[in-house]
């Protein structure tokens, strides 16, 4: 480590730029050369310049796009798709109320936009950099292009990252007021105008007084936030918000600002990868595996277009010494009139096209072999099949290839399955913990399976307690009756339409915290996106479905036990979700009681079967 944050983050500038890791005898990677080639082919941009050594214009034959486009739509995840489900009985009623204010978050922060962006990215890197803040009570997810993040190599998680940010004066007070830095700091950078400068240190343009300001998270030495030299053999995860300009007096020096510093818990960057690589940072998506593959079919346009554009010329040739030095094609371009001696011969250059036929099969060459190394076939792309493909071939082929790109959708689920138990359901769970009341919007199935729980419970529990109070007061059984109970209750859960408000568990020692304990570790988060044969899943619901409607299903536990086992194989469908829908309403009790021999209240069968259900209450 250097002495101060400062230094450290101008050496790992330099090493960013400049530095290499050495993967095995034969292979160096440089990250951020890599990064700057994809940026530059995504834009159709040659690295050795737009122009040859003639001067000549370089035709760019893009064709990395096409195959990040179908990466990215072959392992797209929707927003839809995601759904967490309980895997016990116990914890359904903190899933269900998780699970709705999981849609709230995500349809509050846009999320479905996160996804595109993360999912472009990871197909064209191969690997994404999502970053998690908690600012002003909100938890705000976003993607950090990876030519604005500086980070190891070889090792992002163990390592410290540095993030760049571009402000103009405005917008950089803005940001000060809202994250909290030191606005006396901010006013002494802004007396320093910048101008915006790459990741490489180019001039990305002419625009002056933009401040580059530098947010730094990983595990430093405690001196970087005490400046006491004794501490630094004491380290700590801390975040700090820096920038930094050559002294003006002293090149070799340099003026260096601290806009904030202090202790996190934890470091707000996660990177997610299709493939994961060995021995890099950075996965191989699919713009760097065509890198070779658009550079020879750049190089075979380029043949191709040179060999076309000298023959669309009159090239002549002639003996008369006047024309020594001359250049005959740019005379021509020019128009200029060509004199020359009598006698001396003036004849025409035989320059037609060598042989582009071949240059072109070199070039379709090359196209295959990127296709076969990205996992792309000509159906995916639009192409038609050659004469005689028949269609169940053509399909094999897209299945084969599909699979490839299920191993990729797969590891995005696991992905978005860690962002869920590592952010988003330790937030929500704080978010609901301190809630005397949780009110939640609900659509027709939602409000059946909750009412289905909390209405005859309630009616339960009203019975319940005016046979208590009757019993106390007289000694004799009330002329009571659940089903009355049970259409009362009814009637005032049909009053509040879609909307349900939620309290604890009249139990004194149960509270919502209690409730959500350990609820990102109790459920299961479901990504069904990455099902791909969905008339499998449709055929089997279907069977599913013939059996629970036949008669006897509910007398026969074997049969409930076997539509159960099919479910649990069916991905987006628990068993638990049949049990907890209501089949029949609580049977009504009889009209005339029965007096007891002592004090005492007892449950009819409906109230006896919803024993080991779990306890809900809602009090409007």
């Not at 860690?418 to 609901?432: A, G, H, T, V, W």
Request: aromatic share 8%; hydrophobic share 35%; glycine share 4%.
């Amino acid at each position: 480590m250097q002495e101060n944050i400062y230094a450290f983050v101008r050496q790992q500038e330099v090493l960013y730029r400049s530095g290499s890791t050495k993967i095995s005898k034969y292979v160096n990677h440089s990250l951020s050369e890599t990064v700057q080639t994809i940026y530059a082919y995504l834009n159709s941009k040659h690295t050795s310049g737009e122009q040859d050594s003639l001067g000549r214009d370089k035709p760019f034959f893009n064709v990395v796009i096409a195959a990040r486009n179908i990466w990215f739509r072959a392992t797209e995840i929707a927003r839809k798709n995601i759904v967490i489900r309980e895997t016990n009985s116990k914890a359904m009623v903190a899933v269900f109320l998780a699970t709705q204010y999981l849609q709230e978050w995500m349809r509050k922060m846009r999320f479905g936009v996160f996804l595109a962006d993360w999912g472009l990215t990871l197909a064209g890197f191969g690997s994404a950099v999502s970053k998690w803040v908690e600012q002003n009570g909100e938890l705000i997810p976003t993607v950090v292009p990876w030519n604005q993040i500086i980070c190891d190599t070889i090792d992002f998680d163990s390592n410290p990252k540095i993030e760049i940010f571009e402000f103009t004066a405005s917008q950089l007070r803005a940001e000060a007021k809202k994250k909290g830095y030191d606005t006396k700091v901010v006013e002494s950078i802004i007396q320093a105008p910048m101008v915006r400068m790459t990741i490489t240190q180019d001039l990305q343009d002419v625009k002056p007084y933009y401040f580059k300001i530098y947010e730094v998270h990983g595990q430093f030495p405690v001196s970087y936030l005490t400046d006491r030299p004794e501490d630094k053999y004491d380290y700590s995860q801390q975040m700090h918000v820096v920038s930094y300009v050559r002294s003006q007096g002293d090149s070799s020096k340099y003026d260096n600002f601290s806009l904030y510093r202090g202790k996190e818990t934890k470091d707000p960057y996660h990177k997610d990868d299709l493939l994961k690589e060995d021995g890099r940072t950075l996965a191989i998506g699919a713009v760097e595996h065509l890198f070779q593959s658009q550079w020879m079919i750049n190089h075979s346009v380029k043949a191709i277009k040179d060999q076309l554009d000298l023959t669309s010329k009159l090239v002549f040739q002639t003996s008369d010494p006047a024309f020594v030095g001359q250049n005959v094609l740019t005379n021509i371009e020019n128009g200029q009139i060509l004199n020359h001696k009598i006698n001396e011969p003036l004849s025409a250059v035989p320059n037609g096209s060598h042989d582009v036929a071949s240059l072109v099969t070199y070039m379709e060459q090359w196209k295959a072999i990127g296709q076969e190394v990205n996992g792309v076939t000509d159906a995916m792309i639009g192409t038609r099949p050659h004469q005689g493909t028949s269609w169940k071939l053509q399909n094999l082929e897209v299945q084969q290839s599909q699979a490839l790109f299920d191993l990729m959708r797969r590891n995005k689920g696991l992905a978005i399955e860690d962002m869920l138990r590592e952010n988003i359901i330790p937030f929500i769970k704080k978010q609901l913990a301190h809630r005397k009341e949780i009110v939640a919007t609900l659509d027709a199935h939602n409000i059946k399976k909750i009412d289905g729980l909390y209405v005859p419970q309630e009616a339960i529990k009203r019975y319940n307690a005016k046979v208590i109070d009757h019993v106390l007061k007289n000694g004799t059984r009330p002329d009571a009756n659940l089903q009355n109970e049970l259409g009362q209750v009814q009637g005032e859960q049909s009053q509040l339409g879609n909307t349900r408000y939620f309290t604890p568990s009249e139990i004194t020692d149960k509270t919502w915290k209690q409730i959500f304990k350990d609820l990102e570790w109790e459920v299961e988060v479901d990504v069904t996106g990455e099902e791909s044969d969905k008339q499998a899943i449709l055929q089997t619901l279907n069977s599913a479905l013939q059996i629970v409607v036949s008669p006897g299903y509910a007398q026969s536990p074997q049969a409930q036990m076997i539509v159960a086992k099919i479910l649990s194989q069916v991905q987006g469908f628990s068993p638990l979700e049949l049990a907890a829908t209501p089949a029949t309403n609580v049977p009504p009790q009889q009209t005339t009681p029965t007096p007891p021999q002592k004090p005492q209240v007892s449950s009819p069968p409906s109230a006896r079967a919803l024993v080991g259900t779990p306890n809900l209450s809602a009090v409007k």
